[in-house]
């Protein structure tokens, strides 16, 4: 196949800016000016640039054809999955075999970032002697087989690398996902994952499922507000609280379903990758080796299974270790200052000191918070994690901790120790309503703020060095560098490991928490879950497309650990939901299992029972994903037999050799 057909498909436009300095370019001798080799080498290996002068910086724009995207795949050796059923190491002479995205294009916004990460910092002086560049009149040298890029970023010539918004599709993005007024969550889930990539959009599709089953239960709380069951009240509360049981089991079983169908659609691997003995022998969990190979790298059996053991064995001790620090943490540091917080505002008469408590409070768990993620980010980069999503994963559970110390440790003094319902009921609407709200507030306002300062700062710069031209206005001309003038998406404890999708995370976690654990308390909460979670689809988008630049894409095919703390805060769902409901019958504190009491108590095992039997009710993957995963995992094992039969001698040519000896 020669690949006319991929080259039909329509070029991309220009998808990463370069930021650079600003300089007066002046050839002196024989020196070379650095950013005039870049430009060079840049267009050498077939990308077209484009050079934009700004106020402060210079910004370069790059694109690349597709045929010059396949050959740095072709060099990654990156797997695709192709019509056979078996996924290959792409090669541009066999484009035709390899399976199209959904919006039709050969390579995802995920594969093409890590193409165009190649082709930039792939950039190497392959001359037989080094090369003396010109850099603020001085001499820098670019030694042999040296990224030309690194070396730039090191002496600040190069500022930053990022993605660039591509304006047709970022209005066609704004009509179908902010603008659509028909569709509340109906919007086509594969024009997000074209363009920012696997994780965000499988983000949008969670949010959008979620938005559409808290319909249930927010016209399930409106009922039981407003009817009056006469002499069945008593059984109000429970119902409720067993039916949005069931509904989070139910919704949390299909979406897995529906996250199964979803990286199936978009011809996701998802096969386990190889633990983390291959990562620390140097091994390749894509690549495919004999049981001989594998004993020739690693020695004999007895020196295998040591290194194995060891290193497993070290990686569980120093997880542990850096977890019980993390909780000893909280309950030293974090959990009085809860409980002193919680006593403090149950005291207090006034309402404007409760009001200075509350800010002073504020301030200060903010800080708790920060310095508590910071500890965490520098304890797991000494675990042994196989990649960055365990990391990730890693730092969700330890800060998450920290959250779930903060947000509900007084609600938790309230409701069980006080068993004062009115304080908890203020407290579940600040939380929810005030808190929330003003976080929605400030979470989309900043990125326009801190947008807004990087701007007047340029734009007084400018006319601070035009202060002989009068008083002339100063506009920016280039759509690239109010791009760059935005914020990044980065999460609130550091870019580390995580990106925005934390705080977004973390917000619908905390939303959910709280109106599940005090369900019996305050049912109305699952009406402003409803309607702030239909906004979040749109606001979240908004955000995205007009705020933030666009981000790096990142492959999580999941939600990561997000799914497994979900699991857990349906858990204490169950077992707060039945204490509340133990210490509203029990109005006398006598605690004695009388008939109501001793069913409050089966009903909790009941739904314990419940939670974790019904993934045997409701499978995970659905049928016609499995039965194209087996049925692609037989075309692999068939292709795998076959090649190892050709790289044994044929029983013939093993018969003439024996009758020449």
Same mark, same amino acid.
């Given at each position: $196949? ?75 050796? #990156? ?72 070396? #730039? ?55 959008? $499922? ?9 016209? %399930?709380?409106?009922?039981?507000? #407003?009817?009056?069951?006469? *002499? ?71 020196? =295998? ?81 196989? +990649? ?56 989309? *306002? ?38 760059? #003038? ?5 999460? *609130? ?20 928490? $709280? ?20 906004? =979040? ?26 799914? +497994? ?11 707060? +939901? ?24 089966? $009903?909790?095992?009941?739904?314990? %029972? ?52």
């Amino acid at each position: $196949m020669n690949g006319n057909e991929g080259e039909e498909e329509e070029q991309p436009g220009f998808e990463i800016g370069l930021v650079v300095r600003n300089r007066i370019l002046k050839q002196e001798d024989d020196n070379v000016d650095c950013i005039e080799v870049l430009l060079k080498e840049l267009t050498h290996v077939g990308f077209t640039v484009v050079k934009v002068r700004g106020f402060t910086d210079g910004f370069i724009k790059l694109s690349a054809t597709l045929e010059r995207l396949g050959q740095a795949a072709a060099d990654l050796q #990156l797997r695709k999955p192709t019509y056979i059923g078996i996924d290959l190491p792409f090669q541009w002479e066999d484009v035709n075999a390899f399976v199209r995205q959904p919006d039709g294009k050969l390579f995802s916004w995920c594969e093409r970032f890590r193409c165009y990460q190649h082709m930039l910092y792939g950039i190497r002086n392959r001359r037989q002697s080094d090369i003396i560049l010109k850099l603020d009149g001085r001499e820098l040298v670019w030694k042999i087989q040296e990224p030309l890029l690194k070396t #730039l970023e090191f002496e600040g010539m190069v500022k930053h690398v990022f993605p660039l918004h591509d304006e047709v599709k970022r209005k066609k993005l704004l009509r179908s996902w902010v603008l659509n007024k028909r569709n509340f969550t109906n919007q086509d889930i594969d024009d997000m994952y074209s363009y920012f990539g696997l994780k965000i959009a499988i983000y949008f599709a969670f949010l959008r $499922m979620y938005a559409r089953w808290t319909v249930f239960p927010a016209l %399930l709380a409106v009922t039981v507000q #407003l009817v009056n069951f006469g *002499s069945m009240q008593f059984l109000v509360l429970p119902v409720f609280f067993t039916s949005t049981t069931l509904w989070a089991v139910l919704f949390f079983q299909f979406w897995k379903r529906k996250n199964y169908s979803l990286i199936s659609r978009w011809q996701i691997n998802c096969s386990v990758t190889a633990g983390q003995g291959y990562k620390f022998l140097g091994m390749e969990c894509t690549s495919i080796k004999t049981r001989l190979e594998l004993l020739k790298a690693m020695g004999d059996r007895n020196r =295998e299974k040591a290194v194995y053991q060891r290193y497993e064995w070290f990686g569980h001790l120093v997880r542990f270790r850096n977890n019980a620090l993390i909780i000893l943490g909280i309950v030293c540091l974090q959990l009085p200052f809860e409980l002193a917080y919680a006593h403090l505002y149950e005291v207090l008469k006034s309402d404007i000191t409760k009001f200075a408590l509350t800010a002073c409070y504020i301030i200060l768990i903010q800080y708790f918070t920060k310095l508590g993620a910071r500890v965490s980010v520098r304890l797991i980069k000494y675990e042994n994690n196989e +990649n960055s999503q365990f990391q990730a994963d890693s730092l969700v559970y330890k800060v998450f901790g920290l959250y779930f110390m903060q947000s509900y440790i007084g609600v938790f003094y309230h409701a069980l120790l006080h068993r004062n319902f009115t304080t908890l009921r203020q407290l579940l609407i600040q939380r929810l309503i005030i808190f929330q709200v003003l976080e929605n507030v400030l979470e989309h *306002s900043l990125p326009y703020i801190k947008y807004s300062i990087k701007k007047y700062r340029d734009v007084r710069n400018k006319k601070h060095r035009r202060s002989g031209s009068g008083n002339k206005k100063v506009h920016f001309h280039s759509k690239v560098e109010k791009e760059y #003038l935005k914020p990044s998406y980065n999460a *609130s404890i550091g870019d580390e490991l995580e990106d925005g999708l934390f705080d977004d995370y973390l917000q619908l976690a905390l939303q959910f928490g $709280m109106i599940m654990m005090f369900a019996c308390a305050f049912p109305l909460a699952f009406v402003f879950a409803a309607v702030n979670s239909f906004t =979040e689809v749109r606001t979240d988008a908004l955000k995205l497309l007009t705020m933030f630049r666009r981000p790096v894409p990142r492959a999580a095919a999941t939600i990561g650990a997000w799914i +497994n703390i979900y699991q857990f805060l349906i858990v204490m769902s169950i077992c707060t +939901n039945s204490v509340l409901l133990v210490c509203m019958y029990d109005q006398e504190r006598k605690w004695q299992i009388e008939p109501g009491l001793a069913g409050i108590l089966i $009903m909790e095992h009941v739904l314990l %029972l419940i939670k974790f039997g019904f993934s045997q009710f409701v499978p995970e993957e659905p049928a016609w994903v499995r039965a194209r995963r087996v049925w692609n995992a037989e075309q692999v094992q068939d292709a795998c037999a076959k090649q190892l039969l050709k790289s044994f001698p044929s029983r013939e040519k093993n018969s003439e050799e024996k009758k020449l000896e």
